[in-house]
């Protein structure tokens, strides 16, 4: 087995939030700033941003074999996991899926929804761009539906900084576009 050093990865990510259904970077502009137009960096987060793609199989088996005779995909869950180390009134926002922002001289203020929980939930997109194998390439990877899920957490002591700790889960789009789309820069 040959390793070769410019296909190992190691380093941060950046993290963009757009509307669900924002206009997506072309996979050729992989190696620059998705536009502000559709995009918000989130700013600083600590401990990286994880994505987990979590795959169920359910066995197919007879009785006349012993083996499992093949396996068929049940249930995919995708979630983006980070901790975002600005804890902005736009980032609480987006850990709690919306809400009620205002602002006037010398202040601004949040309200989360407070509405029946019937009520649809904002979906967001999101975006993250980290460094892919091949040296000094880029990786992006875009979750086209997703969803806060996770408690949300705002503390304030003496020995660490401030963050909101959040979880998106990510979502069904539909039948002609699937639900995340992952692009290297290879050149």
């Known amino acids: 087995m040959s390793v070769t050093a410019t296909n190992l990865v190691q380093g941060p990510a950046t993290l963009y939030s757009g509307a669900f259904g924002a206009t997506e970077p072309a996979d050729a502009a992989v190696n620059t700033t998705p536009p502000a137009s559709s995009w918000t960096d989130v700013g600083g987060t600590d401990g990286g941003v994880k994505l987990t793609i979590a795959q169920s199989y359910t066995e197919l088996d ?12 049940t ?3 995708f979630t983006v996991e980070t901790s975002m180390a600005e804890p902005t009134l736009a980032n609480l926002s987006l850990a709690l899926n919306g809400g009620t922002s205002a602002s006037a001289a010398g202040y601004a203020s949040f309200e989360p929804s407070f509405a029946s929980s019937a009520t649809q939930p ?9 460094w892919a194998p091949g040296g000094t ?10 969803l ?17 700790s959040v979880k998106f889960s990510g979502h069904y789009v539909s ?4 639900p995340i789309h992952v692009v290297d820069q290879t050149s």
């Open 62 to 73: 007879v009785d006349q074999i012993v083996d499992r005779v093949g396996s068929r995909l």
């Open 75 to 77: 249930k995919r869950d």
């Open 122 to 130: 904002v979906y967001k997109a999101l975006l993250f761009d980290g």
């Open 137 to 146: 390439f880029t990786r992006r990877v875009i979750v086209r539906k997703a």
């Open 148 to 164: 806060s899920t996770d408690a949300i957490d705002l503390d304030y002591t003496k020995e660490k900084k401030t963050m909101y």
């Open 175 to 178: 039948a002609s576009i699937a």
